[in-house]
């Protein structure tokens, strides 16, 4: 199963920081998504793209994960050569995630 | 003090539709209106205008906005609270009195200054992103503080009926007419708090209201061509009630609301505005009625003693190129075409990014998967030099009569690249002036 089939996910960015909301649309998968989504997990899945930290933040009250990703961005969206410099596209990228 | 206000927000940044704040106004019932036009690097492009043009350097879109919006705002008694402003408030605050007295309206307008710290910033005070000094970046073209709500506050005192300022934080924009309105005052830190989330929600206008949400088939998003944008009804106790007009696209849930709260947060436990440092973990949403959602919870507990301010400056250039290939081999061709580029280049530009629009140019190779029917070449390059730059896009063109066979549909461009970082300023430097012209 991929995230993709229970979740949906915005990215954000500051800088060259990557932000990724990880929001079930059961909010009884949240507890499951917290044991399995780890930030670890989510680097891995992303090594190509994530070059520095990953911190997990769990907002249990809203049932979602936000994902904080260091050096994502390619210098920053001001600076990047690449075509999607925000790293707007990259919330479908996470949910490409098996699970 | 009333008892609630509504706040609309009609566009969410520069480029936004001009039609939803219009409608916000005619048929909301809003108290206020707000338009959140000024992304990061919009204030220093608007700077480079202003240099060139005293009177220029205010949102491009500005006099279609005003010229849509004067009549209606006045009519049904809605105030205006913009950042459009950008770098030249005072001289946008001039266009609307002339817009104003065109139409024979009667307008009070308030310009807020105070933002633009170019002059009075150290060229060496280090970097927040890289802690190397400002200059080490290249020549600084703008300085921006984001001030917080007191340049607004006391533009409200002047009862005007438009507030345009330059930068301000996002969610000050909308934290200030509550404050006005509720007489929260500038310690009230928890309120406050509660603001700054009501505001981030709605900062963004469509993104609150299934914008840059949908995707068919999993989340289906009504009338996208008709948007409505979002505006909330605010208690005096910091709670709110998101909604928008009824007859309009798009719809608020519980998933929207959640997708744009955690948008562009980088830790929600400590939310860093110049008015409040807020807590985003405790907020809590109800699915009230069809397209309502009730928003509690929210804190603060104090304010950042220093502001951040926005650098721009000087990045060079950025050249790019792209040619299409399709059919059998389309990869096999486009991969050809952007080794040949590479090796014609090499001597001048030994770095060139090349990318496989629609096979790896966004996510890279993890999640390759069949090979498309048809790609597009892209080959970009940063450059301190224009003319080099222009040759990316010079090289991709030859590939028509030079290349591989059945390459179509080149396009070339070189952008001037302004950069953007950040350092922080004591906030006692900043002091928010406001200008009042009426019409």
């Keep these: 199963m991929k995230l993709y089939d229970i979740a949906h996910s915005r990215a954000g960015d500051k800088g060259n920081t990557l932000t990724l909301s990880l929001i079930p649309y059961k909010e009884s998968d949240y507890s499951m998504l917290c044991e399995k989504v780890t930030a670890e997990k989510v680097k891995a ?9 990953v911190v997990r933040y769990e907002l249990p009250n809203i049932a979602s994960l936000l994902f904080v990703c260091q050096q994502a961005l ?19 990228a996470l949910l490409e995630m098996e699970i | 003090m009333k008892e609630k206000i509504r706040v609309g927000c009609g566009a969410g940044f520069s480029g936004d539709r001009l039609d939803p704040a219009v409608i916000l106004v005619e048929h909301g019932e809003l108290d206020y209106l707000v338009l959140e036009c000024l992304a990061e690097r919009t ?10 043009n005293p009177q220029a350097g205010y949102d491009p879109l500005l006099e279609r906005r005003i010229e849509l919006l004067l009549e209606p705002l006045l009519r049904k008694r ?7 402003g950008a770098a030249n408030p005072q001289a946008a605050a001039g266009k609307i009195i002339e817009i104003a007295k065109r139409k024979k309206l009667q307008v009070k307008v308030a310009a807020v200054v105070g933002d633009d710290v170019l002059t009075s910033i150290d060229p060496t005070a280090p970097t927040l992103e890289t802690s190397q000094p400002l200059v080490t970046h290249g020549s600084l073209i703008s300085a921006n503080a984001y001030m917080g709500v007191e340049g607004i506050l006391e533009a409200l005192q002047t009862n005007a009926d438009i507030i345009i300022t ?5 969610p000050s924009l909308f934290v200030a007419p509550m404050m006005h309105a509720f007489g929260w005052t500038e310690q009230n830190y928890d309120l406050l708090g ?6 981030h929600l709605l900062e963004c206008a469509g993104q609150l209201t299934g914008g840059y949400y949908a995707d068919p088939g999993k989340k289906d998003v009504p009338d996208m061509a008709h948007l409505g944008h979002p505006f909330v009804d605010v208690q005096a106790d910091g709670s709110g009630m998101l909604g928008k007009v009824k007859g309009t696209g798009g719809l608020i849930n519980l998933d929207t609301v959640k997708e744009q709260l955690l948008y562009e947060v980088v830790n929600p436990h400590a939310y860093y505005t110049p008015d409040v440092i807020a807590d985003f973990t405790s907020v809590k949403l109800m699915q009230h009625a069809q397209d309502e959602v009730k928003v509690m919870g929210g804190a603060g507990q104090s304010k950042p003693n220093t502001l951040k301010v926005s650098v721009g400056y000087q990045a060079g250039y950025l050249g790019e190129g792209e040619i299409t290939y399709a059919g ?3 990869v096999g061709r486009a991969t050809l075409a952007g080794e040949i580029v590479k090796e014609r280049l090499r001597s001048v530009l030994p770095d060139l990014r090349i990318d496989l629009i629609g096979q790896n140019s966004v996510h890279g190779n993890a999640f390759h998967r069949n090979e498309p029917y048809e790609v597009r070449l892209r080959v970009a390059t940063k450059t301190s030099d224009a003319s080099l730059a222009a040759l990316v896009g010079e090289e991709v063109e030859a590939l028509y009569t030079n290349g591989p066979g059945g390459g179509g549909g080149v396009r070339k461009y070189v952008h001037e ?6 350092t922080l300023i004591d906030r006692q430097l900043v002091k928010p002036q406001i200008i009042v012209k009426t019409s």
Excluded: C, F
């Excluded at chain 1, 920053?76 to 999607?84: I, N, P, Q």
């Excluded at chain 2, 204030?43 to 060139?52: D, P, Y």
């Design chain 1, 45 to 53: 899945h992303l090594k190509e793209i994530i070059k520095g930290e």
């Design chain 1, 74 to 92: 390619s210098t920053g969206v001001t600076t990047s050569w690449v075509m999607d410099a925000h790293g707007k596209t990259l919330s479908y």
């Design chain 2, 43 to 52: 204030i220093a492009l608007a700077q480079k205008r202003k240099l060139q």
């Design chain 2, 78 to 84: 809605v105030k205006l609270i913009t950042n459009m």
């Design chain 2, 166 to 170: 330059g930068r301000v934080a996002d």
């Design chain 2, 194 to 199: 509660k603001g700054t989330v009501l505001g």
């Design chain 2, 328 to 330: 059998t081999n389309a």
């Design chain 2, 417 to 422: 690249t302004i950069g953007i970082v950040s």
